[in-house]
């Protein structure tokens, strides 16, 4: 999504970029008792369009909690959350849900698949949700299996398929609403070293089509493999690096 200069008319007036994802002064505090627990302290950050980004940090750290609020799983105490143009943060319960379906597409460690259900059934599960009619909804499913290589297993169920399947599987359901943003929390968590290679070969390939796409990782050569990796601690932002920095 962009946006044009205020002068639209001056000669060479560019184009600059608005982010798909903008956090400013977000704080989360949880109440138990007297004692008040602060998750998040003031957290900025911005994710443009097309980037590839890793969030990490050590338990406790503010990591999981901030992983919900760019999810819509959970709200802010304060501050301003705008995600593909719209400020998400103060929504309700019903709008977050909708976000959710629409405009975020998850990828979870423990897959989170129907075990009755086939692959395109699986897949096909947020747009039943979002009331896209039948026909439509097994086109976009197969579509979506084929994308990420598995054109051929669509009517096999999660029991049928490896590991690494399952999590292309997972990754078809997060693709088939063309959402703004893919959140994959630790997505190869659960997996071998070589499905761990395929899973993370696909993501590289999103990223390489134009797919915003934030991991939740606490693996190190998981992270490299991202553009950016956001270090979460003490629930502030303790840096930032870019892949050059890495390496």
């Known amino acids: 999504m962009t946006v044009t200069h205020p002068d639209q008319d001056a000669p060479g007036a560019s184009e600059i970029p608005i982010p798909v994802l903008q956090l400013r002064g977000i704080w989360k505090t949880y109440s138990t008792g007297s004692v008040e627990v602060h998750a998040l302290r003031g957290v900025d950050l911005d994710i443009h369009a097309g980037e590839y980004v890793a969030i990490m940090g050590p338990s406790g750290s503010g990591k999981s909690t901030l992983m919900n609020v760019i999810g819509c799983l959970d709200v802010p105490t304060s501050g301003q959350y705008v995600l593909d143009g719209e400020d998400v943060a103060r929504l ?56 990420v290589g598995l054109a051929e297993r669509g009517h096999h169920r999660p029991g049928e398929l490896s590991g690494g399947q399952q999590q292309r599987v997972a990754i078809a359901r997060a693709l088939v609403t063309d959402p703004a943003l893919i ?12 499905s761990t290679a395929d899973v993370l070969g696909l993501l590289d390939e999103l990223h390489a089509a134009g797919r915003t796409i934030v991991l939740i990782t606490h693996e190190e050569d998981v992270a490299a493999r991202a553009q950016r990796v956001v270090r979460v601690f003490d629930g502030r932002i303790a840096a930032d690096e870019t892949a050059g920095e890495l390496r």
């Open 92 to 147: 309700s319960d019903n709008a977050l849900a909708d976000i959710r379906n629409e405009r975020i597409g998850f990828v979870f460690q423990q897959f989170n698949l129907l075990p009755t259900q086939t692959a395109w059934r699986n897949v096909e599960l947020p747009l039943w949700y979002g009331r896209v009619k039948a026909s439509e909804r097994k086109q976009r499913a197969l579509d979506a299996l084929a994308r």
């Open 183 to 194: 959140l994959a929390d630790e997505p190869t968590g659960n997996l071998d070293s070589v």
